[in-house]
């Protein structure tokens, strides 16, 4: 599993709103400036996002966007498939499970694949944004501390 430019994008916005939610909206220029996004990637990320439910937006003049759901209720396995699809480095999970089942010369190498799979899963689908923000501010601390 990589995680492309898209998916990375993605969780830096989302982290920048999980930081500013409950105080309003952000301007997607604010985002992007902050968190080095190309503003053109980032538009076309915020329409999937809007879609997925995950953020919503105001337009107007005080306009941006914001989260949809309490960051708490957002898993980062949700994001990673939404932008970047399944979590398995090959095929997704039913289909792997299939070539396991299924034996042959390479059921080892499948059913190591969906051990690779599953790590990755039940890392980032009990992890939430919220969780997310928590170790970047503790890691933002440990850092100031050391300078």
């Known amino acids: ?31 992007a400036n902050e968190h080095e996004i190309p503003y053109k990637f ?28 309490n960051p ?10 939404l932008t970047d699809g399944p979590l398995a480095p090959i095929h997704d999970e039913r289909s792997l499970k299939h070539l396991v089942d299924e034996g042959g010369p390479q059921a080892g190498l499948f059913d190591l694949f969906l051990e690779v799979r ?3 899963s039940s890392i980032l689908d009990h992890r939430t944004l919220q969780d997310l923000a928590q170790r970047n501010m503790e890691l933002q601390q440990k850092e100031m501390y050391f300078i």
């Not at 990589?2 to 997607?28: D, Q």
């Not at 990320?45 to 759901?69: C, D, F, N, P």
């Open 1 to 31: 599993m990589k995680i492309s430019k898209r998916g990375e994008y993605a969780l830096r916005c989302l982290l920048a709103l999980t930081y500013n939610y409950g105080k309003g909206v952000l301007k997607l220029s604010e985002i």
């Open 42 to 69: 980032l538009e076309q990320i915020m329409i999937l996002l809007k879609q997925a439910e995950l953020v919503k937006s105001q337009k107007g003049k005080k306009g941006g966007y914001e989260l949809a759901r």
């Open 72 to 81: 708490n209720e957002i898993l980062l396995g949700e994001i990673v498939r």
């Open 118 to 120: 599953n790590s990755v």
